[in-house]
């Protein structure tokens, strides 16, 4: 996929990408924060060789677009989103058991953002999301995010069931999770090569997502609401997948 410029923001997102040596072009800074924490950030631009600039805070806002920033902007060029060449590549050169996260449908940057972060925590290869029906990778994504969008591959898809099949056909395991299964999500055996699928916000998983799962699992709900924020059941589920296969 071709590369594009795009805004990294916030302290923690900032920070991590600098630290990962990510092909950064441009820090721009609020000039009205001279705190160690922005020091720190500057400190890393000037040992990597980005320049770094001081403008007034709306300004900062009107050239990223973005007023929730933590007075810091960092301007990269990269791939935005992986594609399926990519993901069959990575899947070829795993030492050990895959573990991906696939998100049918999740259209909130912050949802997407904390499952990336979770999903780093938890030792994820990749996130999988459909082209259509999905949010991207936004500057808000990369917020929330707070760094692990700089270490989390995102792979869109154009056809998630044939991709779901495809998984199949490689030996991994379609855990789906849907409110309506019979098994609970600590009945089912997590440790070897897994997919673990999320439905969107509004409507769950859909019925092809659902159908070429392998097996569905509920999370048990002891309370009066029904379901889990996507992100939250997302980070449950991988914990308990990190739990199993330690």
Do not use: F
């Amino acid at each position: 996929m071709s590369d594009q410029r795009s805004w990294i923001l916030g302290l923690h997102a900032v920070k991590a990408a600098l630290q990962q040596n990510r092909a950064a072009e441009l820090l721009l800074v609020d000039a009205a924060r001279h705190d160690a924490r922005i020091r720190e950030v500057i400190s890393l631009a000037e040992a990597a060789g980005v320049s770094c600039q001081k403008i007034a805070g709306k300004k900062l806002d009107e050239q990223v677009e973005e007023s929730h920033h933590q007075g810091v902007a960092l301007r990269i060029r990269q791939q935005q989103i992986q594609d399926e060449p990519y993901l069959k590549a990575l899947l070829k050169r795993l030492d050990g058991p895959p573990l991906l996260l696939i998100l049918d449908g999740v259209k909130d940057p912050h949802n997407l953002g904390a499952c990336m972060r979770t999903a780093d925590g938890a030792g994820v290869n990749a996130i999988v999301i459909p082209k259509d029906r999905s949010v991207g990778l936004t500057a808000t994504v990369r917020k929330v995010a707070s760094g692990a969008a700089e270490t989390v591959p995102l792979i869109q898809v154009t056809n998630l069931a044939r991709t779901l099949k495809w998984l199949k056909a490689e030996g991994i395991w379609l855990i789906g999770t849907a409110g309506e299964a019979q098994q609970t999500l600590y009945q089912a055996d997590l440790s070897g090569p897994l997919a673990l699928i999320m439905g969107g916000e509004e409507k769950g998983l859909r019925r092809l997502t659902r159908e070429n799962c392998d097996l569905l699992v509920k999370l048990p709900m002891q309370g009066s609401v029904e379901s889990l924020n996507v992100s939250v059941a997302a980070g449950v589920s991988l914990y308990e997948a990190l739990r199993q296969r330690q």
